[in-house]
Nanobody, 124 residues
């Protein structure tokens, strides 16, 4: 079982940037495909990005492609989400998640382990 703790959220103006971090512990980090999701008030949890176990491949939802970058450092047991050109519609609680499934996974139900979330607020 892996434990996940996010950090790095905050309040930023539109056009600004933030970098989220998610530190893992309790199991071998490189066993897991990692993902970032977000959930705005009153809305369903939305896939943002995922990264393979080695970090060699990444996948993004269309709305963040070209603005967000997911990366991981297996030596530090950490996954990151660099967010540039933030927009008010990016406002949400951001969660990192870990999955043992194979392939690109966008469904939140296939991620077994979740962090507690970190709030990102983008003001206009």
């Amino acid at each position: 079982q892996v434990l996940l703790v996010e950090s790095g959220g905050g309040l930023v103006q539109a056009g600004g940037s933030l970098r989220l971090s998610c530190a893992a512990s309790g199991d071998t980090f490189s066993k897991y495909r990692m993902g970032w999701f977000r959930q705005a008030p009153g809305e369903e949890r939305e896939f943002v990005a995922s990264i393979s176990r080695s970090g060699a491949s990444a996948y993004y939802t269309d709305s963040v492609e070209g603005r967000f970058t997911i990366s991981r450092d297996n030596a530090k047991n950490t996954v990151y989400l660099q967010m540039l050109s933030l927009r008010p519609e990016d406002t949400a609680v951001y969660y990192c998640a870990a999955s043992t499934s194979i392939g690109v996974i966008t469904e939140h139900t296939r991620y077994a382990y979740w962090g507690q979330g970190t709030q990102v607020t983008v003001s206009s």
